[in-house]
């Protein structure tokens, strides 16, 4: 049984709209501007820590000795 979301695909472009409108009302705040910055930053350090992470754990998973 099949069941369609209510006001696809419009619904889509709205949430897009809301998150942008989210991103910019915390640019206007000098203390919320300061978490805006820092995420990106915060996310590629995740990213790498991860990479690491998995690389070393594989590694150890195929090393016997």
Sequence with gaps: ???KM???PY???VVLA???FVIVVLGF???TRIALVFTPIWFVMLVIAY???KRTA???L???S
């Design 1 to 3: 049984m099949k069941k």
């Design 6 to 8: 209510p006001f696809a």
């Design 11 to 13: 619904i889509n472009w």
């Design 18 to 20: 809301f998150f942008a």
């Design 29 to 31: 705040s000098s203390d």
């Design 51 to 53: 990479r690491i992470i």
């Design 58 to 60: 594989s590694n150890r």
């Design 62 to 64: 195929w090393n016997f």
